[in-house]
């Protein structure tokens, strides 16, 4: 089993930068990707970036891209979302997951079935 605990979150206003962190513990060598997950009050889970644990391959939702990025740190086995020039509309609970199936590409990564394990979530909120 593997649990996953996010960090970082918090209020900026726009154009700011925030850092989340996920580490992960438990069964941490069944992980094969990562991904950053959020929702908006009201909206459903959009997916916003994964990496790919072993390559290191990336990918990026088209809302997030070039302002995100995903980085892992296998060491301490933890994840990172470094957010700049951040939108009110990237106001958000964001959730950290952990896929054990072997997958790659964008196509699968951001899909939410793709995930066997989830975080508890760290809120995002951006003013304008």
């Known amino acids: 089993q593997v649990q996953l605990v996010e960090s970082g979150g918090g209020s900026v206003t726009a154009g700011g930068s925030l850092r989340l962190s996920c580490a992960a513990s438990?069964?941490?060598?069944?992980?094969?990707?990562m991904g950053w997950f959020r929702q908006a009050p009201g909206k459903g889970l959009e997916w916003v970036s994964s990496?790919?644990?072993?390559?290191?391959?990336?990918y990026y939702g088209d809302s997030v891209k070039g302002r995100f990025t995903i980085s892992q740190e296998h060491a301490k086995n933890t994840v990172y979302l470094q957010m700049n020039s951040l939108k009110p509309e990237d106001t958000a609970n964001y959730y950290c997951?952990?896929?054990?199936?072997?997958?790659?590409?964008?196509?699968?990564?951001?899909?939410?079935?793709?995930?066997?394990?989830w975080g508890q979530g760290t809120q995002v909120t951006v003013s304008s």
């Open positions: 997951a952990a896929g054990e199936t072997a997958s790659d590409g964008s196509w699968l990564l951001s899909r939410i079935d793709r995930y066997n394990s």
């Open positions: 438990g069964y941490t060598y069944r992980i094969r990707y």
């Open positions: 990496i790919n644990r072993d390559s290191g391959s990336t």
